[in-house]
């Protein structure tokens, strides 16, 4: 295919070229907000703050955004920050938060009113009113997420800050349409040969005081302190199957008590299993979940 087949094929889907976007309302792709436009950029209020950043809501001609800059309280985290930076740019696609510019250490993306995958669920009129369907869509959505960081243009890539169910679903937002993309990639890690960069998640150490993380079970076996690991030097080295491991919580979060949620979790069983095996290279991949996945959905 020619080049000017690409590009036109990209605007029939809606797509920009690399280093441009385009918001809701706009005709046309243009380039990358810069330091250059910050006066063109009104800061509206305080949305959410963490360790490695304070989320801010602005205006930009009319449209919002999330406007995110390092938290100096925790200056150890910029290194955080400039990750997650670092990771929006290269993963940018339909499975990603949509980068609007950047300005020194300060962020932009797209911003998405019905806020966290979390919050959603958590407190949205939205979600109480969906059905077994539209709900199971949302777990679907996060497999082809999940697939997609596993076997991205930046390499495998394993979420390394997924240590409770509640905080993990608050790394995905969700738009207007329903529908979810990644948010947060602070601690995506790379999987090279079957090993993570780092050998172990940096918050190893901090888990082992906090037994409300591991009395959850969320994490996976390798994760855990047991009877033979009882220090962070008798940890194994993880790789992107401790992703793996979780799916079944997460799906069972995002299905809820909506009617019929037992009979899908049901059909899931053989898949969740393989899912749960001790032996992390037993476990299936995101594509062979998400092909499951896919034929339960065709049922409903």
């Known amino acids: 295919m020619k080049l000017s087949e690409i590009l036109l094929l990209g605007k029939l889907i809606g797509a920009c070229p690399e280093g441009e976007f385009k918001l809701s309302g706009m005709k046309e792709c243009r380039p990358y907000l810069t330091c250059e436009d910050i006066n063109d950029i009104k800061i509206r209020r305080k949305i959410n703050s963490g360790m ?16 995110s800059i390092p ?30 510019g950047q300005c020194e250490d300060a962020l932009l993306t797209e911003f998405h009113e019905q806020g966290t995958l979390g919050d959603f669920v958590e407190s949205s009129a939205v979600y109480k009113e969906m059905n077994l369907r539209e ?15 596993h076997d991205s243009p930046a390499g495998t890539r394993v979420m390394c800050d997924t240590n409770m169910v509640k905080g993990t ?11 979810v993309v990644v948010n947060d990639l602070d601690d995506l890690r790379l999987v090279e ?29 390798e994760q855990r302190p047991s009877k033979t690991r009882r220090t962070i030097s008798d940890m194994p080295i993880l790789n992107e199957k401790i992703d793996i491991y979780k799916v079944p919580a997460i799906t069972a979060y995002l299905l809820g008590d909506a009617e019929g949620h037992n009979d899908i979790m049901d059909l899931l069983a053989p898949i969740h299993q393989a ?11 995101a594509g062979l979940i998400q092909k499951a996945y896919s034929k339960v959905l065709s049922r409903f």
Request: with cysteine.
């Open 169 to 179: 679903v608050k790394q995905y937002l969700v738009t207007k349409d329903n529908d």
């Open 275 to 285: 899912c749960l095996r001790e032996n992390p290279s037993k476990r299936p991949s």
């Open 135 to 149: 709900r199971f869509k949302l777990a679907h959505r996060y497999l082809e997420i999940l697939g997609f960081l």
């Open 52 to 67: 490695s950043k304070m989320v801010l809501h602005a205006k930009w001609k009319g449209h919002s955004l999330a406007y």
């Open 71 to 100: 938290n100096k309280n925790y200056p150890d985290r910029m290194g955080d920050f400039r990750h997650n930076a670092s990771m929006l740019k290269k993963l940018q696609s339909k499975h990603v938060v949509k980068l609007v």
């Open 193 to 221: 040969n079957g090993e993570m960069e780092g050998k172990i998640c940096g918050h190893a150490e901090f888990l082992f005081s906090r037994p409300d993380i591991l009395g959850e079970n969320f994490l996976a076996p």
